[in-house]
C-alpha cells in the first residue's frame, strides 16, 4: 500500500439524544459525534411505532383505498 493516501481511520464517540452513547471508527476529523436517532429510541427496533396523523389523512386514505388490499 502507498503511504500516506489513506485517511486517518479512528474512533469517534457517538452520544444520541435519547442519552446513548457508543464507539464507533469512522474517517471524519470529528472526534465526538451527535445523532437525533439511534437504534435504542428508533420506533422501527423499540417495535413502538406510531402514526401521528393530525389531519385524519390516514383515516381518509383507508376509507377511499382501503377495500383495494382486502382480499
Not at 11 to 19: A, L, Q
Not at 22 to 50: D, L, R, W
Request: hydrophobic share 30%.
Amino acid at each position: 500500500m502507498k503511504q500516506g493516501i489513506h485517511p486517518d481511520y479512528h474512533d469517534v464517540n457517538v452520544t444520541c439524544s435519547c442519552g446513548n452513547k457508543f464507539v464507533t471508527k469512522s474517517a471524519m476529523a470529528k472526534e465526538n459525534f451527535s445523532i437525533e436517532v439511534c437504534s435504542e429510541c428508533h420506533p422501527f427496533y423499540t417495535g413502538q411505532q406510531k402514526i401521528v396523523d393530525s389531519t385524519g389523512r390516514v383515516d381518509k386514505f383507508n376509507q377511499k383505498f382501503g377495500n383495494m388490499f382486502k382480499r
